[in-house]
C-alpha cells in the first residue's frame, strides 16, 4: 500500500498523461530528487503498476531506466 503523500503516489498520477518515463522525468515534472523517482518506479514495478522496459535513447553517460504503464497503454492503444 502506498502512502498517499508518497513519490509513488505522485507518480500515478502522473501516469495518464506520461504513460512512459524514467526518473529524470518525474523529476522535471515533480520537486523529487532523482534517488526518490528512482525508488518509487521501483516500487510501483514491484507493485505491477509499472513495467520495466528496454528503450534507447540518444544520451551520453549512463543509460536511463525506463518505466511503462502498459496496462494504461493497452486500453488506449
Given amino acids: ?35 526518490a523517482a528512482r525508488t518509487a518506479l521501483r516500487q510501483l ?4 503498476i509499472v513495467e ?4 534507447r535513447t540518444p544520451t551520453t553517460g549512463r543509460p536511463r531506466h525506463w518505466y511503462a504503464a502498459t496496462t494504461l497503454l493497452e486500453l488506449t492503444g
Avoid at 514495478?45 to 505491477?48: G, H, I, P, R
Avoid at 520495466?52 to 528503450?55: L, Y
Fill in 1 to 35: 500500500m502506498l502512502r498517499s503523500d508518497s513519490v509513488a503516489h505522485r507518480i500515478i498520477s502522473l501516469l495518464p498523461t506520461h504513460p512512459v518515463l524514467c526518473a529524470q522525468t518525474v523529476t522535471q515534472l515533480t520537486p523529487v530528487s532523482e534517488p
Fill in 45 to 48: 514495478a514491484d507493485l505491477d
Fill in 52 to 55: 520495466s522496459i528496454s528503450m
